[in-house]
């Protein structure tokens, strides 16, 4: 049956359906996923940071449905621990708006063993983290990143 058909048979149904299409406001989740690959692959890891910084700006927009939409999109691969970093961010902040996870969210679980902060510097190496100040989904995936260290300034 062609499109034509189906529009046919609702026809009269049609006027009384409103679809809304969304667009959020911000950069999804996948699309940075190709930023950070690219930062990561020329190892630019202050663009691959900023990128992370930037996911987690982007996901604390007020309307949770844009918070959904820009994190509903599996994202592709860079590596475990970038993988997990991004799988972190995004269900913290989809966590704080009570929002459901998607699936490529739950089963990026890292490894609670690494204790990996993304590599900066040998400066930023020697400065602690402080675990208390990371958040829940982040430490779990064995990702090191103060909750202060993710806020656009």
Known sequence: ???????????????????????????SVAEAAITLADAVGHNNFRRAYRTLIQVADDLTTPDPA?????????????????DAALA??????????????PGWITSERGNPDWDWTPPLSPAAEAI???VENVPEPLRERGVLIEADELASV
């Not at 844009?66 to 970038?82: K, M, S, T, Y």
């Open 1 to 27: 049956m062609t499109l034509d058909v189906y529009a046919d048979l609702f026809e009269d149904d049609l006027d009384a359906v409103s679809l809304t299409l969304h667009e959020a406001r911000g950069t």
């Open 66 to 82: 844009d918070r959904f939409v820009l994190a509903i999109e599996p994202p592709a691969h860079v590596n475990p621990q970038w």
């Open 88 to 101: 972190g961010i995004a269900e913290w902040r989809l966590s704080q708006a009570r929002l459901p996870l």
């Open 128 to 130: 602690p983290v402080k």
